[in-house]
Each structure stands twice: as structure tokens, then as C-alpha cells.
């Protein structure tokens, strides 16, 4: 029988529904005059699982490429967020630190309780400037390359006669062990131990943090704590402070020893700067690996062309070092073009400034951000940008001769931004560069690489879903063969 009182309480509730969501999902007055991603194809593109990369490409970039925009907004993280897609906005906000300071990243989500929030990325004035004084400090105390070609031996011994090798997983354990040996003075073992208990404890903290629902929603962390998640990190964290303590009766030749010997930081501001040295040292670096080898599997004429210039630059048989690494300029484009086109950091940590800022664009257009507003950096969309790189979905190593060969392309390299910018780009930089062309020097001398036929990442590299917003290509196999060198 039809009860009317059963259909007002269905309407009610629908009404309820559609208010809240119109209430959540509308950006605020002073927001609305700035151009917006349409908030439909965002909520599926979360509740799909759609990885970052893909998300900008397919619903950020058009408001750059087609639409002429600098900046877009976009619902990200419980909140209306402006994302900075035009060069010269993302310019003047990062060399005007004191106007635009890191914004205080909310509570609720677990990401930041891995973190830490008292570390060289987040901290913002004084403190950062006492971060930032130790940890550039530190690295130029070492530039350990004869570590990297000790543990890129190790990997190739683990990788046999070759074969097909799921090549993401063997570029984590290299950066996991890199990071581990020069930056913490710790041996993670991940190379040659199948099993590492810390390895299998990061990637369940990491899938944990990783839930689309509770990244959308962080509220949902308040209202439905994931206690099991949370003792997971909780633990984890402990971990890095066993290491610190241990670290401070044994001293080594690495990055902490260094910083333990500059005064005036906490346990707690050291752990911190720990574990954002683990996951950019080893996720980010492992990433950009991953999509090197990918971009010269794809090329063999740009693989033969490296190797060439390898072979002649390591002539005497030579172990790479400072003097020849510096000879392989070919080698090093190829790394750029890869950081350009798969780049490792989507976006930047938000910045949000006290007071009104009226931005400008290359274009010439102005937009009003009221104060605290938060602001993004868009990597992604910037390397992306058909009006900076000509053909931008394209491999072209020969972009950073300023000449492209074949297609004409004149590149400038201040648009190369996977470091980010300004004073507060990563003071690891020069580090990382480092690592990536002694790896990569060591491969191309020892192994020759294709992509199979049948690999899901034949048209473009896949992806995984990450918390922290970076390009990590999964479960990418690779065909290695061993290259026959000549005898000394």
C-alpha cells in the first residue's frame, strides 16, 4: 500500500542529499570568478581511481592549451584548490617566499602524520631557513657516485642474464639501498633480500595513506579513524627514529652524520627531514628510472645514440665519475626529456598567502586570488604546455640542445620544472641528477632493452595511484639482454 509519509521522508532526504552536495561542492563566493574544472568528471575521476598524471592531463591541461588560462580551479583534498598552469604566475609565486609561504597542511589526513610537518619542505621562515642552512650543508659534503656504481653492480647481479624484469620494482630497490647507504647511513638490504621487512612495511603504509576516498575526504580520518593504518605509520616513524639514534653513536660518511654535526635542530625536526629524504631519494628517483629506460625501450635509435656516447666517454674502461658523466650530454637530455614528460612531482606542497594577489599570466591575463587561497604549482600542466614544448606529448632528448633536429623545437630550459623553482626548489637536485646518470651510464654500457609486445604501457607509461601525487610507473616489465663487452 502507498504511504505518503514513506515518499516525504524519500524526498526529504533527497533534498538533504542535494543540498550538502551542493553545499560541498560549490566554491566558495570569492573563489567563483576564477575558471573551474566541472566538478562531475573530478568526482568520477576519484571515485574511478584515476591517477594524477591522466586527471591533469585530461581535465587541467585543456584550460591551458585550449582555453589560453593560467590558473584553474579544482576540488581536491575536502577543498577548492587553484592550480597554477602558466610559467610566469608559478615564476613570481616561487621567488617571493615571504608572500607566498607554504601553506599548514590540515590534520586529518594521514600523509602528513608519515611526514611530519617540521621538515626543509613545509616549514616556512625562520625554521626553514635553519632547515635549509643544514641540509644544503650536508650535501655538498659528499657526492657518493662510487656508492651508486657499488649498488648498480649489486642490481645487475641481481638481474642475472636478464630476461623480462619488472623494472620499477628493481629501480625502488637501487634508490631504496641508494638512499639508505649515502642519505641515512643505513642498509635497507633491498637489493638482495626478496623480503626486506622495511620494504613490506613502507608499501603497506603507503597503500594504506593511499585510499582515494579518504584523500578526497579527509574528513572521513575524524569521523572513521583507520587505527590500523594509523599503527602502521606510528611504527614506521619509530623505525626512522631507531635509525637516528643509532646514527648518533655511529658515525658515518652520509647525509645525517652531516646534519647531526649542525646544531640547533629537534629529534623530532631530524626524523622529520628523514622521512622526506626516503620518499623523494627513493620514490621519485626510482620513478624517473623507470621512465628512462621506458623512453629509450621505446626509441632504440635515441638507446643507440646514449650508448654510443657512453662507450666513447668511458673509454679506458672507465667506472663513471664526476669528469665523464659530465662528458655525456646526449645521456643527460634524455634524463631531462624523461623528467619533463613522465615528471616524478605532479604538483607542489600548496602556498597560500595573508593577503589579496593579483597574478599574472604570460598571456598577459590577471587574476585575483583573495587571501588565503590555496595555490598549487602544476608541474605536469606546465611541462605539458603545447605553447612551451612543441609536440609535448613527444620523446625529444634534442629539445635541450635548444634545437631539435628533426622537428625544429627551440625549448627554454627555465620551463624545466621537476625540481620546481626558486629559492625553495629541492636542495637535493644536483644529487639526484647524479644518481640518474651513473645508473643510467652503468646500463646502457652493460645491457641493451626493449618493451614487449604486449605491454600495457605500449602507448604511454602507466602509472600507479600514489598519496603523495607522484608519477611512479607500475608493473612495467622490460626485456633486458646482456651486452657483450669487450675484454680488458
Known amino acids: 500500500m502507498f504511504d505518503p509519509s514513506t515518499s516525504w521522508q524519500i524526498l526529504l532526504a533527497l533534498v538533504a542529499v542535494s543540498v550538502l552536495a551542493k553545499w560541498m561542492f560549490t566554491p566558495p563566493a570569492e573563489l ?21 598524471d591522466v586527471r591533469i592531463k585530461r581535465l587541467l591541461l585543456p584550460f591551458a592549451n585550449e582555453k589560453g588560462e593560467g590558473v584553474v580551479l579544482v576540488y ?26 607554504k ?45 651508486f656504481v657499488s649498488l648498480g653492480k649489486k642490481l645487475f647481479k641481481k638481474m642475472g642474464n636478464g630476461g623480462r624484469i619488472k ?119 626510482a620513478g624517473a628510472m623507470s621512465s628512462f629506460a621506458y623512453y629509450l625501450a621505446k626509441n632504440p635509435h635515441i638507446q643507440k645514440r646514449a650508448r654510443e656516447e657512453v662507450i666513447e666517454a668511458l673509454a679506458n674502461d672507465e667506472e ?16 631531462r626529456e624523461s623528467l619533463r614528460i613522465n615528471t616524478p612531482i605532479t604538483y607542489m606542497v600548496p602556498r597560500s598567502s595573508a593577503q589579496p594577489v593579483d597574478v599574472k599570466a604570460s598571456n598577459g591575463k590577471t587574476y585575483y586570488l583573495p587571501p588565503n587561497t590555496s595555490v598549487i604549482l602544476n608541474i605536469t600542466s606546465i ?48 644529487f639526484a641528477m647524479y644518481e640518474l646518470r651513473t645508473l643510467a651510464a652503468m646500463l646502457l654500457l652493460e645491457w641493451e632493452w626493449a618493451l614487449p609486445e604486449s605491454s600495457p604501457h605500449s602507448d604511454y607509461p602507466k602509472n600507479g595511484f600514489s598519496p603523495f601525487a607522484l608519477s611512479l610507473p607500475k608493473d612495467m616489465y622490460i626485456d633486458f639482454k646482456r651486452r657483450t663487452l669487450p675484454s680488458k
Not at 609536440?391 to 627554454?412: L, Q, T
Open 167 to 285: 623494472w620499477d620494482d628493481y629501480t625502488m630497490r637501487f634508490t631504496l639501498d641508494a638512499v639508505g647507504s649515502t642519505a641515512l647511513g643505513h642498509n635497507f638490504r633491498a637489493i638482495e633480500d626478496d623480503h626486506s621487512p622495511f620494504v613490506a612495511q613502507y608499501n603497506e603504509v603507503m597503500d594504506g595513506i593511499a585510499s582515494p576516498l579518504y584523500i578526497v575526504f579527509p574528513k572521513l580520518e575524524k569521523w572513521f579513524p583507520r587505527r590500523e593504518v594509523i599503527k602502521n605509520i606510528d611504527n614506521l616513524v619509530n623505525k626512522f627514529q631507531k635509525i637516528l639514534e643509532h646514527k648518533k653513536e655511529n658515525k658515518g660518511n652520509d647525509m645525517l652524520t652531516y646534519m647531526l654535526e649542525e646544531p640547533g635542530m629537534t629529534d623530532e625536526e631530524y626524523r622529520d627531514n628523514m622521512v622526506v629524504f626516503f620518499i623523494a631519494g627513493h620514490d621519485t628517483t
Open 103 to 147: 601553506e599548514e597542511p590540515p590534520d586529518a589526513m594521514l600523509l602528513w602524520r608519515f611526514v611530519g610537518k617540521t621538515n626543509v619542505i613545509l616549514s616556512n621562515g625562520e625554521a626553514w631557513t635553519r632547515h635549509s642552512h643544514v641540509v644544503k650543508s650536508a650535501l655538498t659534503r659528499n657526492l657518493p657516485i662510487s656508492e
Open 320 to 335: 663513471p665519475d664526476v669528469t665523464n658523466l659530465r662528458k655525456m650530454n646526449y645521456v643527460q637530455a634524455c634524463i
Open 32 to 52: 567563483r570568478h576564477l575558471p573551474r574544472v566541472p566538478i562531475l568528471p573530478l568526482l568520477w575521476s576519484y571515485a574511478s581511481g584515476e591517477v594524477e
Open 383 to 430: 611541462h605539458h604546455n603545447e605553447k612551451y614544448w612543441p609536440n609535448a606529448g613527444a620523446f625529444i632528448p634534442e629539445r635541450f640542445f635548444g634545437k631539435s633536429e628533426k622537428d625544429e623545437i627551440r625549448v627554454d630550459a627555465s620551463l624545466w620544472l621537476p625540481f620546481a623553482l626558486g629559492p625553495r626548489q629541492c636542495p637535493a637536485r644536483n
Open 76 to 101: 581536491a583534498l575536502g577543498r577548492w584548490i587553484v592550480h597554477v598552469l602558466d610559467h610566469q604566475i608559478a615564476k613570481d609565486l616561487s621567488d617571493n617566499i615571504s608572500l607566498w609561504p
